[in-house]
């Protein structure tokens, strides 16, 4: 046989789910029990009495009136958030149950409509910000904490159902830089240090940190991994400035030795063809072979350098992956986006100059043809 509830709120939510008519009205639930309900009206009566629930009852009319008050039952959500000391986590009953949800939480969230999971979220948020406030207290509105700086700044628990939203990397917040006593003391400087630069407000509440999470969380892990590099921001665009100066000069020389070959091919080839002669006799052909082969031996001296000059790209490209690699750690920082526009700066200027390499080794590989063909027609013009 099945027994009524003996628990004071399991009691309530059973009845309340099950009687007829039922509504909560000033603390008070007032419903019809039917005659086909599973327990008799002496019944119910006598288990509300016991717990000391009953408030009135009218046998003929089968109604029952259920004191709720001081049990944790609650009509809506909103009703729930009314007493302010329940907006905080330690202040969260064991045990309570939403009417308008038809939620009963007994610890377990695992069911919890999406409202009651996000107001656990945020009650999260506000204990961790608490925890490294300078301090807090209870007001008849609810808690605040207080941060001491430049400026005062509150963040209070003054908020409405309808700012309840999720909390995206709450979890890895709390645990990566409030509950990690790694370098805690840095931590909280620069979680401090973020709330006073987003904030010029005296006071905010809880669920506006709670709404700007994705971009808070973005700050305070860009400002630690820069702490964790032995990085300022000063330093940071420095070191950057004097990469971009050192390869810029490095690409710059490749350069400056490629312009001074490419003038020297259609000079070479200008004084080649000027001094060949047409052949008539053993001297005239010992001395137009013997400028052929001085261009011939000029065009590999240069394309020896020009394969040299492709190694030294080749090589300052390599360095600047390996580089390059280095500063992506910071890539999703502020600071790791200043990085990114020099490095494709500068593999542009690599990519250029590589495609000139080839115009100019196309060039000497020309003129040593024409050379050759002016050779073999001053055998007969």
Not at 58 to 75: E, P, R, Y
Not at 163 to 181: C, G, P, V
Not at 195 to 210: C, N
Request: charged content about 20%.
């Amino acid at each position: 046989m099945q027994l009524l509830p003996t628990n004071q709120l399991e009691l309530v939510v059973l009845l309340s789910r099950q009687l007829e008519n039922s509504y909560v009205d000033q603390g008070t639930i007032q419903c019809t029990l039917s005659e086909d309900y599973n327990f008799s009206f002496d019944q119910i009566c006598a288990a509300l009495s016991n717990l000391d629930l009953l408030s009135d009852s009218d046998k003929t009319l089968h109604t029952i009136d259920i004191s709720v008050s001081g049990i944790n039952f609650f009509k809506t959500f909103d009703h729930f958030l009314e007493n302010p000391s329940r907006r905080i986590r330690n202040g969260i009953p064991p045990y309570f149950y939403i009417k308008s949800n038809d939620f009963l939480y007994d610890g377990n969230l695992a069911l919890a409509p999406v409202i009651v999971n996000n107001f656990f979220d945020l009650t999260k948020l506000y204990e961790a910000i608490q925890s490294i406030s300078d301090f807090s207290q209870m007001t008849s509105s609810g808690s605040e904490s207080i941060f001491i700086s430049k400026k005062r700044l509150i963040i209070n628990t003054k908020f409405e159902q309808n700012k309840l939203s999720k909390i995206n990397n709450l979890d890895k917040f709390i645990n990566a830089y409030i509950n990690d006593e790694v370098h805690i003391e840095h931590k909280r400087a620069i979680i401090r240090s973020v709330i006073f630069e987003k904030y010029i407000d005296p006071e905010i509440s809880i669920s506006r940190l709670a709404h700007d999470f994705d971009d808070f969380f973005k700050s305070v892990r860009n400002g630690y991994e820069l702490y964790v590099g032995n990085f300022s921001f000063e330093e940071f665009k420095n070191a950057v400035e004097e990469l971009r100066r050192e390869y810029t000069l490095k690409i710059n020389k490749v350069l400056t030795d490629i312009q001074n070959q490419v003038l020297a091919i259609p000079l070479a080839t200008i004084i080649a063809a000027g001094q060949l002669k047409k052949v008539e006799d053993t001297t005239s052909f010992i001395l137009n072979f013997t400028i052929l082969f001085g261009i011939f031996f000029f065009s590999y001296i240069l394309w020896v350098v020009i394969q040299n000059q492709q190694n030294s790209l080749t090589l300052l490209s390599d360095e600047l992956d390996s580089k390059k690699i280095e500063f992506s750690k910071k890539k999703d920082t502020e600071y790791g986006q200043l990085s990114i526009g020099v490095f494709a700066a500068l593999i542009t200027r690599i990519a250029s100059i590589e495609k000139n390499l080839k115009y100019l080794t196309f060039a000497l590989i020309g003129a040593t043809i024409i050379t050759l063909a002016i050779f073999l027609i001053r055998f007969k013009f």
